[in-house]
Each structure stands twice: as structure tokens, then as C-alpha cells.
């Protein structure tokens, strides 16, 4: 995900949010009120994490509760987060320290559903620091004097890097990361200019398909059970649409439980929205979908946030979370 905040202002953001509303012309509350469904268009990543919402909206879940969804892909939350603050989306879909960082500069995100999490297992998360086919790398530790490509700078990937190389015993002061698209870190490794990379699938999958390893699971290092990415909308908008907001939520929420429980209906859906190879799909590492955000983790994120220097001060977890 891209840097989604950096230009934000609080002032500009709450400007924005005054063109914020609703699919209705009035921008209030009317979702299924007219009997008609309600469209609301939702910004999302095309990976594996945002696979529940398809389903959902297969099965549907957000139907039965009078909401037409409208998927509208994005680079990453760079484009995402301005886009609901100005009322172009009415939600979206971002990783969980961009959602931090913005709380704290004081843009008004309001995380309304749960995302993706980790699996809970070290050694078969679905995101890991792997390493290039025989590379000597073995440790987090080793990363010292090291390069990793990251996606984004100053964001999840290099905070729980960070924090996978200080539970090894290493400086994580010492490691240099580099930005990059995950779709072209399989390729760096292989070509060398980096030596490790924050690999989500299904460029996990690709690294060991082409003989590179995996040395640490840097999100599971962070907390076993940590709050990957979220849904999220303006607090404007929560505001003044609450019996919408909800419908959304528990949707959301059933879509999770479906694909927590169908992880083959998983990988079919992924064919329909992502370039991932029929090849790799059944090789993917599924993240976990619970219903709702863990709240510990995530104050264990914005504690390594703080430590890492990404908040000018520390977000506010009771007025991000649901």
C-alpha cells in the first residue's frame, strides 16, 4: 500500500469530508428505506485479504440487507483514503497502520469491519521475510546491513520487519529497506538488489516456487493474532448514515464467517478479480477472516509505530475502532 496520508490535513480532510454522503442524492440515511437497494461503492486492494467481500456479495449477504456493492480497485490505500474522505467511496479497504498513521494527523477514518488477519502460525503465515534461492540468509537477525523491500516505507511491513529482527537478538536500526511493488520483489530477490523482501502472498507463493525461502514471519512476530487491514468510512459519514453503516457491518461480518469456513470458495473467487496463475492458487497461504478486529494487536502495532517514529503522536484507538 502507498503512503496514504502524507499531505493530509485535518483542516483540508474535514473540508473534503463536507462533499461526504451517501449513494442517495441527500447524502442520509435511506439504505433500503424506498425498498430499492442502495449502491455503495467500497475501494478496495485486489489481493487475497478482500476476498470475503466478493463472497459476500455472491452469496448475497450484502443483498439481503439492501446494498448493491460497487468494487472499485485501487493502486493501494494512497488513493483509497482521500477517496472516502471526499465522499467518492463511502468505504474502504486498508492495512491497519495506514488507518493508525492516519488517526494520527487527526484524519477522521473510522474502521467500521474487520479485515484480514495472520493465520496464528510462525512458519505458515500468509506473509513472511523471505530470501532469494541460495541465499545465505537464515535469521531475521542476519538482515543486519542488509537490504528488504518493502512496499511501502514507514508502514507494516518494515515496523513488524523491524520487530521480527529485535525478537532475534538484532539491531533493526542496521537493516536499510527498500521500496518496491510486491509484484516485483520475487524478481528483485532473484536478481539481487535486495537481499529479503516483505512478501504477502501470492508473492510468497511465487518466491518459493522459484526456490527462495522464507526466514521469519514478520506479521506473526508482531502479535499471532494480528488485525492485518480493516474496513473503514469517514466519521461524517458513520454519523449521519448509522442504519447503513450497520447493514455494511454485518455483511461484512457474515461474508468473513463464509470465508473463514470455505477456503476453497476462497481461492475460486480470487480467480475472478486477481491475475494470480490457476499454478499458484492452491499453493496460497490463506490469511484468517475474523469477525472482528483483536484489539490487543493492534495496540501492539501502534506501539511499534510509536517506536519506529511513524506517528507525530500516538492515534487514538477508541476513536479509530468499532
Known sequence: ???LLVGLTAGSVLAAVTACGSSDPGGKDTAGSSGKATTVKVGIVPVLDVAPVYLGEKQGFYSDRGLELELVPAQGGAAIVPAVMSGQFQFGFSNTTSLLVARSKNVPVKAVANGAASTGRSGADFAAITVGKGSPLTSAKQLEGKKAAVN???NI?????????R?????PSKVEFVEMPFDRMPAALDGGQVDAACTPEPALATVKAAGGKEIA????DVSPDLTVAMYFTSEQFAGENPEL????????????KYADSHPEE??????TYT??????????????YPAGPDRPSIERLAELGERDGLFEKAPDLDELLP
Open 1 to 3: 500500500m502507498r503512503r
Open 152 to 154: 511501502t516505507l514507514n
Open 157 to 165: 511491513c518494515d515496523t513488524s520487519i523491524r520487530e521480527s529482527v
Open 167 to 171: 525478537k532475534d537478538g538484532g539491531d
Open 217 to 220: 514471519s514478520n506479521f506473526h
Open 245 to 256: 453503516v450497520k447493514k455494511f457491518q454485518e455483511a461484512t461480518a457474515e461474508s468473513l
Open 266 to 271: 476462497v481461492r475460486q473467487i480470487l480467480s
Open 275 to 288: 491475475k494470480i496463475p490457476a499454478t499458484l492458487l492452491e499453493k496460497l497461504t490463506l490469511p484468517r
